[in-house]
Nanobody, 116 residues
Framework: QVQLVESGGGLVQSGGSLRLSCAAS????????MRWYRQAPGKERELVAT????????IYSDSVKGRFTMSRDNAKNTVYLQMTRLKPEDTAVYYC?????????WGQGTQVTVSS
């Protein structure tokens, strides 16, 4: 079955960096675009970044553009989210997302907390 497992979250000071990873299995990873979402307490889930199947194109939300970089390694079935210049408003649970065979799949999420 499809599995998405995020890792790399934690507590970091404002201005710091973190790198999230999402290991995927159960589908043809190299054929699918992938996304990172986040959800802060009391807020709706927000799309943060999208990457095409080959990794040639990435799209970012305005709130993270210029600070976050999404990448992928199709040989390892893994996507990454390099987060720099983190702000307290980046505090959220970050989720990996894939669409496959008519279904939406989400990881369990990884908590990112940015202290001021």
């Amino acid at each position: 079955q499809v599995q998405l497992v995020e890792s790399g979250g934690g507590l970091v000071q404002s201005g710091g960096s973190l790198r999230l990873s999402c290991a995927a299995s159960g589908f043809t990873f190299s054929m699918r675009p992938m996304r990172w979402y986040r959800q802060a307490p009391g807020k709706e889930r927000e799309l943060v970044a999208t990457i095409t199947s080959a990794g040639g194109t990435t799209i970012y939300s305005d709130s993270v553009k210029g600070r976050f970089t999404m990448s992928r390694d199709n040989a390892k079935n893994t996507v990454y989210l390099q987060m720099t210049r983190l702000k307290p408003e980046d505090t959220a649970v970050y989720y990996c997302y894939a669409w496959w065979s008519g279904n939406n799949y989400w990881g369990q999420g990884t908590q990112v907390t940015v202290s001021s």
